[in-house]
């Protein structure tokens, strides 16, 4: 069983839709969920973080926390083509313990 | 510098032959790590320093990698013995874990393109 898992993709969504983004941990240790953004031919870079159960908002992009079914997702609101990219799940454990983990990552393609 | 700074960006080598990747991080982030990256695939997880002290090597593929932070700000990662399984992007990360070691950002370098022939 993968530390992270995701579905590769590639998941298309209409401009201006709402993209839903999904990833599972296995380690029920884990206590830090990011999402990084990779466009293609670049470097990942953080878009969100998340430690607590719940919703976290920031602008358009909205990150989910379910520990207790170590589930994780992203959804992104009135999705623009600049959006298109790959999302990378990524966990880290707890404490002072500083690997971070990451999921394959899922494309995602906004249609015009 | 103002980013993390990898180099070279490209490295073609021949089998067999010994590929040093080097990494500077932003100045004054106490951890670094290295991953790699083949195409379609997400950052594999290889090792991380904090300062020059290496935490974790659990993701060392064998012993013909290995890799150095001696003052703990540039980095080293070495590959001995290439192989054609070895091509792949290099990427180095770094990061200044506030109180509490949460809201760890990593700042990611361009990587090196390492091609094995």
């Known amino acids: 069983q993968k530390e992270v898992e995701q579905n590769s993709g590639p998941l298309s969504v209409p401009e201006g839709a709402i993209a839903s983004l999904n990833c599972t941990y296995s380690?029920?240790?884990?206590?830090?969920f990011f999402w990084y953004r990779q466009y293609s031919g670049k470097s990942p870079e953080l878009i969100m973080s998340?430690?607590?159960?719940g919703d976290k908002e920031d602008g358009r992009f909205t990150a989910q926390l379910n520990k207790a079914s170590q589930y994780v997702s992203l959804l992104i609101r009135d999705s623009q083509p600049s959006d298109s990219a790959t999302y990378l799940c990524a966990v880290k454990r707890s404490g002072g313990y500083q690997k971070v983990t990451f999921g394959i990552g899922t494309k995602l393609q906004v249609i015009p | 510098g103002a980013g993390v700074s990898q180099s070279p960006r490209y490295k073609v080598t021949k089998r067999g032959q010994d590929v040093a990747l080097r990494c500077d991080p932003i100045?004054?982030?106490?951890?670094l790590y290295w991953y790699r990256q083949a195409l379609g695939q997400g950052p594999e997880f290889l090792t991380y320093?904090?300062?020059?002290?290496?935490?974790?090597k659990s993701g060392l593929p064998n012993d013909r990698f290995s890799a150095e932070r001696p003052e703990g700000s540039i980095s080293t990662l070495t590959i001995q013995r290439t192989e054609q399984r070895d091509s792949a992007m290099y990427r180095c990360?770094?990061?200044?874990?506030?109180?509490?070691?949460?809201?760890?950002?990593?700042?990611f370098g361009s990587g090196t393109q390492l091609s094995v022939l």
């Open positions: 990360a770094s990061s200044r874990p506030p109180q509490g070691f949460f809201n760890e950002k990593l700042f």
């Open positions: 320093f904090n300062y020059e002290a290496q935490q974790d």
């Open positions: 100045s004054g982030h106490v951890s």
């Open positions: 998340i430690y607590s159960n």
């Open positions: 380690d029920r240790g884990s206590q830090s």
